[in-house]
């Protein structure tokens, strides 16, 4: 298995943390995140602001939910360099990174989230980054795709039903063709 990036919004749908999702998608996050900790590679930066970004957001300490339960696998697996890579990112201004693969794109995108592209370009495989309900990724993959990244949608008519209704009046992007 090959590795992966794992945006937040993955665990939270996980762990029921997100009402505009279908069952099915929770089940999708949920069977995604059981099998990663099972055989695969998760891919961090190396001063663990993607474990900080998930800590803020779940509870390792008391796992309620499937996110939770990875979230602490991950924090325990953290050095295991057969599970989990660590990329180096240079943040060159707060949540700013000299590897997002973008330098045009990344003032439009969320702050929070360009740690998951420029992990994913900083690492020599160029793992996809795995999106569930994020709809804004939507308008971004394109771009990201044009150097390399890849976003998996493991919702893909869940996160177009989301765009949908926060942008009622925009066409909903396309998906990326499935491999």
């Given at each position: 298995m090959s590795a992966v990036v794992i945006d937040t919004n993955v665990l939270l749908v996980a762990n029921g943390m997100h009402p505009h999702v279908s069952a099915p998608c929770c089940t999708e996050c949920v069977t995604r995140l059981q099998a990663r900790q099972k055989a695969g590679v998760v891919v961090i930066d190396d001063a663990f602001r993607i474990l900080k970004e998930y800590q803020k957001k779940t509870r390792p300490n008391q796992p309620k939910g499937v996110g939770d339960?990875?979230?602490?696998?991950?924090?325990?697996?953290a050095a295991n360099q057969q599970r989990v890579h660590q990329v180096p990112l240079t943040e060159t201004a707060p949540k700013e990174f000299a590897e997002f693969p973008d330098s045009a794109l990344q003032p439009h995108f969320d702050a929070s989230d360009r740690v998951f592209a420029a992990a994913a370009h900083a690492h020599p495989d160029k793992p996809p980054i795995w999106q569930a309900s994020d709809c804004k990724w939507l308008a971004w993959w394109p771009q990201l795709h044009a150097y390399g990244v890849k976003v998996e949608f493991l919702c893909p008519?869940?996160?177009q039903q989301v765009y949908a209704s926060k942008f009622p009046k925009r066409p909903i992007p396309d998906l990326p063709k499935r491999a």
């Open positions: 339960v990875f979230l602490k696998w991950l924090l325990q697996n008519a869940d996160v």
